[in-house]
C-alpha cells in the first residue's frame, strides 16, 4: 500500500522524522519498504491556457499552440500532438524555467517559428515516475500563476505492506486507527456527512436473491454530470502519491473515497442498465462481456453477480462488464456501495489467481457504519466537481445477516503466563477500548468483543497478540527458559554452521532469510505429491502453507531478482522445514536443512571470453568443498536419482557413508518455465540432522614411503557411471589407496558408438614399505578384472 503522508495527517498527527515513523510502523508490524520525502526539483513553472492549435508538420505530428499566460502575454509553444483542447490549462517551462537536474529551456526554432517553451509532462517535473502524460490542471486555476501555489511538496510517500488478514489497515482510517492506539491518541475529529441535495425522484428496482450475499446495499442515481472535468489537484495528487491511475473524474473520486475509508464504492453508466438490478449466484455456463469486449465463462459454482433485466452487469466486487463502462458521453450515474460476502468473492479470486486491490474492500474487517456517510461523501464530491442531480439513496440491506459480534473472554493471569511479564491491567483496558473494543469489566476475566472492522480477532491468544504489539516487543525481557523438564535438541556446533556459512561467503554466495510460508502453487509444482500443512489465517494468498524444503524461498528470491534485471544469482539458506507426521505426539516432523542456488553465467563478461553459462558441476565443486569440512571425502558418494522438482538426468543424491543426506541437480524444465527462468538454475538441499552422525574424521599418520601414480585409460559403455567404476576400484585397493580421481573423458572417431574413453589417475601408498612395480601391477591387474567382470570395461592401449 503506497499512500500520502499528508493525507494520513488529516486523521492523526504523524511524526516528520521518517525514522521515527518507520520504527512506529514497525512495532505496529506492519513491513515498511519506504518512506519518501517530496522535494520540488523545479522553479518557475507557470500555468498557461490553450488559446490555439494549428498543425506546423503532418510528417512529424508537430503541433503550433498559442497559449495564453497571464497580463495580455502569449507564447507560442512547439509540441508534438497530445489531445489539445482549447481552455485546456497546462504547466508551461519558459526559459526562466528550472527543471529537475538543473535542466533549462532554450528557445528553438522550427520553419522561422520560435518555440519559447513547452508543455511539462509529470516526468519532466519529476513529480511522478514513468507518467510522461501533460500535466492538465483544473479550469479553476489563474492562467500566469506558478504551479507551486496548488502542489503541496511539504509531503511524504509511505510505501508498506499490510498483511492479508488485516484488511482493515488497508485504508488511510485504518492506519490512523492503528497509530492511536500506539500512543493513546485520539483520531482527529472529521465529519464525513454531507447534507446532500435530492433533486430527481428516479428510482432504480433493486432485488437481492439472498441477504446473506449482501447484506448491505446502497445505491443512487446521479443525473447530468459532466464527466470531463477535472478532480481538484490536491484530490489528484493525493491519488497519484498513492500509485492510483487517473481515468476519469467519477472514477477517481471513487477511487479516493474508497481508499480513504476501506469501502467497497463502485459505478455504472446508468444508460446501460435495462430495468433494475438483481444480485445472485451464477448458474454454471453464464458468460459476461468484459472491457477487452472478451467473453468470460462462468464455469465455476457460487459466483456472485450483479445482473440487470437482460446481462450479468458485474462480478460482484471484481469488474464491469463493458456495458456498464463510463466514457466521455457519460451523463447519468448509477453509485453502488455495497458489502459482498467475502468468502464467496475470496474463493473466486484464488480459483482464478485474480489480482486486485477490491478485496480489501469486501473483507469483513468493515466498519458498516460508515456505508451511508461512504455513498454521500461520493455524491458530494460528484456534484461538486461534475455538476448534476442527485436521487435518494435506495437501501436494499438487511443488516441482520451481517458479521455477529462475539465475546471472547480474555484472563488477566494467561495474559502474564502467555507473555512471561506482567503488564499492568490499565494499559490492556485501555488498549483494548482504543482498538475499538467493548468491555466488560471484572478483577479476573474480560469479556471483550471486538469492534465490527476488527472480526479477525476470533480467540484470547489474538486479542493477548495485539497486546504486546501495542505494549511494544521491545519491552518484554528478553529471559531464557529454564527448568530441568524442558526438552533439548543440540543440531550442531555453531562453529560448524559458521564455518559453512563463512566458505560460501568466500565463494561469493549470498546468505538469505526466506519466510517459513510460502505460495502453495509453487510448492505443489516442487511436491506434487505431498500435502503442506495449511495456514488457517495466512496473511496473503502467496504464503498459505508451511515449507517442506527450502527451495519455494530460494526461487522466489531468484524470481525477485530475475524480473530486476539480475540473473548471475548465488544464493544459500540455513532454516527450518516442515512437513505432515501422522502420529499421536505430533503432527508436524521438522528438518533442519542447508539449502542453496546458483543461476546465470559463471565469470563477468570479458572481451577475450565467451559467456558460460553455469552448470551441474559448479555447484557440485561447492557441495565437495562444504561436505570437505565434515568428512574424509572418500566416503562421499553422488549417485544419479530422479526428483519431481529436478530435471531428468542432471540430479544426484548425495550419501555419506551410505546415509543419504542430500540432494543436487538442475531445476525441472517444467518448473523453470513456470517460473519463467530462461537461464540454468542449479539446487542443492543438505539435512543437517544426517550429516551430523555420519560426521567423523579418523586421524593417521604420515607415511614416510612414496606416492605411485598409475593412470589407466578405459573403454566404457556410455551409460555406467564413472562413481561406480571409482568405487569398486576403492574396494579393490583398500588401505593403500590414498587418492582416486577422473582426468579425461573422451569421445571420437576412434571410439565406438555408445561408449566413451575414460581416464583415471590412482595414487598408492604403504605405511610400511616402498611398494615394488610388480605389486603396484598386481593391484592395477584387479582393479581391471573386476571392472571387466562387473560392467565388461576394457583397457585401452
Known amino acids: 500500500m503506497i499512500f500520502s503522508g499528508n493525507w494520513l495527517n488529516e486523521f492523526i498527527d504523524i511524526s516528520e522524522d521518517n525514522k521515527l515513523l518507520h520504527k512506529q510502523f514497525t512495532m505496529l508490524g506492519i513491513e515498511v519498504n519506504s518512506i519518501t520525502s517530496i522535494y520540488c526539483m523545479f522553479s518557475n513553472i507557470i500555468v498557461g491556457e490553450i488559446f490555439h492549435i494549428c498543425c506546423l508538420s503532418n510528417k512529424d505530428s508537430l503541433y503550433l499552440v498559442k497559449v495564453f499566460v497571464g497580463n495580455d502575454i502569449f507564447l507560442n509553444i512547439i509540441s508534438k500532438k497530445f489531445s489539445f483542447v482549447i481552455g485546456m490549462k497546462v504547466a508551461i517551462a519558459t526559459v526562466k524555467s528550472v527543471l529537475p537536474n538543473s535542466l533549462y529551456i532554450k528557445k528553438r526554432v522550427f520553419k522561422n517559428i520560435i ?87 428516479d428510482h432504480l428496482p433493486i432485488t437481492i436473491e439472498d441477504s446473506f450475499l449482501s447484506p448491505i446495499y446502497l445505491g443512487r442515481i446521479i443525473k447530468d454530470i459532466n464527466i470531463n472535468n477535472i478532480i481538484p489537484i490536491w484530490m489528484s495528487e493525493r491519488l497519484r502519491r498513492s500509485n492510483i491511475v487517473l481515468v476519469n473524474s467519477i472514477v477517481d473520486i471513487i477511487n479516493y473515497v474508497s481508499l480513504e475509508f476501506g469501502l467497497f464504492v463502485n459505478v455504472f453508466d446508468l444508460d446501460f442498465i435495462d430495468g433494475g438490478i438483481n ?67 475470496n474463493n473466486f479470486i484464488i480459483n482464478h489467481k485474480i489480482k486486485t486491490n477490491f478485496i480489501r474492500f469486501n473483507s469483513n474487517n468493515t466498519d458498516f457504519s460508515f456505508y451511508l456517510k461512504v455513498i454521500d461523501r461520493v455524491t458530494y464530491f460528484i456534484l461538486n466537481i461534475c455538476g448534476g442531480r442527485a436521487g435518494s439513496v435506495i437501501d436494499v440491506s438487511n ?3 451481517l458479521p455477529k459480534r462475539h465475546c471472547i473472554k480474555l484472563s488477566y493471569k494467561k495474559i502474564n503466563l502467555f507473555i512471561g511479564h506482567k503488564i499492568n491491567h490499565s494499559f490492556i483496558i485501555k488498549t483494548l477500548k482504543f482498538i475499538g473494543c467493548t468491555l466488560d469489566i471484572n478483577d479476573i476475566i474480560l469479556n471483550v468483543f471486538p469492534p465490527y472492522w476488527r472480526l479477525d480477532l476470533l480467540t484470547e491468544e489474538d486479542l493477548i497478540e495485539e497486546i504486546i504489539r501495542f505494549y511494544g516487543y521491545d519491552k518484554i525481557p528478553d529471559i531464557p527458559i529454564v527448568g530441568s523438564d524442558i526438552p533439548s535438541k543440540v543440531f550442531s556446533s555453531n562453529l560448524s554452521v559458521d564455518r559453512i556459512k563463512t566458505l560460501l561467503v568466500d565463494k561469493g554466495y549470498h546468505e538469505v532469510i526466506t519466510y517459513s510460508f510460502v505460495d502453495n502453487n509453487l510448492q505443489t509444482l516442487l511436491y506434487p505429491k505431498i500435502n503442506g500443512l495449511s495456514i488457517l489465517n495466512p496473511f496473503s494468498l502467496e504464503k498459505s502453507v508451511m515449507r517442506l524444503s527450502l527451495f519455494a524461498g530460494l526461487l522466489t528470491v531468484l524470481q525477485h531478482n530475475v524480473n530486476r534485471q539480475q540473473s548471475d544469482i548465488s544464493i544459500f539458506e540455513f532454516g527450518v522445514c516442515f512437513s505432515p507426521k501422522l502420529t499421536t505426539n505430533s503432527i508436524v516432523k521438522e528438518r533442519l536443512l542447508l539449502s542453496g542456488l546458483l543461476s546465470g553465467t559463471k565469470y563477468n563478461e570479458y572481451w577475450d571470453m565467451l559467456s558460460v553459462s553455469v552448470d551441474f558441476y559448479d555447484l557440485k565443486g561447492i557441495i565437495e568443498s562444504i561436505l570437505s569440512l565434515f568428512y574424509n571425502f572418500n566416503l562421499i558418494n ?160
Not at 446481462?311 to 463493458?322: D, F, H, M, V
Not at 558408438?753 to 598386481?778: H, M, N, P, R, W
Request: hydrophobic fraction near 45%.
Open 115 to 201: 518555440s519559447d517553451g513547452i508543455m511539462c509532462s509529470y516526468h519532466i517535473l519529476g513529480i511522478e515516475y514513468n507518467n510522461f502524460n501533460i500535466v492538465v490542471l483544473p479550469n479553476y486555476v489563474e492562467a500566469g500563476k506558478d504551479i507551486l501555489n496548488y502542489f503541496d511538496f511539504k509531503d511524504k510517500i509511505i510505501d508498506i505492506s499490510i498483511n492479508y488478514n488485516r484488511s482493515d489497515c488497508q485504508s488511510i482510517l485504518g492506519l490512523a486507527r492503528e497509530l492511536s492506539v500506539l500512543s493513546f491518541r485520539n483520531i482527529k475529529k472529521f465529519d464525513i456527512s454531507t447534507k446532500i441535495n435530492i433533486n430527481n425522484n
Open 279 to 345: 444480485i445472485r449466484l451464477n448458474k454454471l455456463g453464464e458468460k459476461i462481456i468484459l472491457i477487452n469486449n472478451s467473453n468470460f465463462i462462468l464455469n465455476d459454482t457460487n459466483i456472485l453477480i450483479v445482473e440487470d433485466n437482460n446481462k450479468i452487469i458485474e462480478i460482484a466486487g471484481l469488474t464491469n462488464s463493458k456495458y456498464c463502462v463510463l466514457d466521455k458521453k457519460t451523463k447519468n450515474l448509477f453509485l453502488e456501495c455495497a458489502f459482498f460476502s467475502s468468502n464467496i468473492i
Open 399 to 401: 443488516l441482520k445477516f
Open 638 to 797: 553422488f549417485k544419479a536419482q530422479e526428483y519431481s522438482f529436478l530435471h531428468p538426468g542432471q540430479s544426484a543424491s548425495i550419501y555419506c557413508k551410505n546415509i543419504y543426506i542430500g540432494c543436487i541437480g538442475v531445476i525441472h524444465p517444467l518448473i523453470a518455465k513456470y517460473l519463467v527462468f530462461d537461464k540454468p538454475v542449479i539446487l542443492f538441499e543438505l539435512i543437517w540432522d544426517k550429516m551430523l552422525p555420519a560426521s567423523a574424521f579418523n586421524f593417521n599418520e604420515i607415511s614416510v614411503f612414496p606416492v605411485n601414480r598409475r593412470d589407466i585409460s578405459l573403454l566404457v559403455d556410455d551409460n555406467i557411471y564413472i562413481m561406480d567404476i571409482i568405487n569398486i576400484c576403492k574396494k579393490v585397493i583398500g588401505e593403500l589407496l590414498v587418492n582416486i580421481y577422473l582426468f579425461d573423458v573422451y569421445y571420437g572417431n576412434s571410439i565406438p558408438k555408445g561408449y566413451k574413453s575414460v581416464s583415471i589417475a590412482i595414487f598408492l601408498q604403504s605405511f610400511i614399505k616402498t611398494l615394488e612395480d610388480y605389486e603396484i601391477s598386481e593391484i592395477i591387474n584387479k582393479c581391471l578384472f573386476d571392472l571387466q567382470n562387473m560392467f565388461n570395461i576394457k583397457l585401452r592401449s
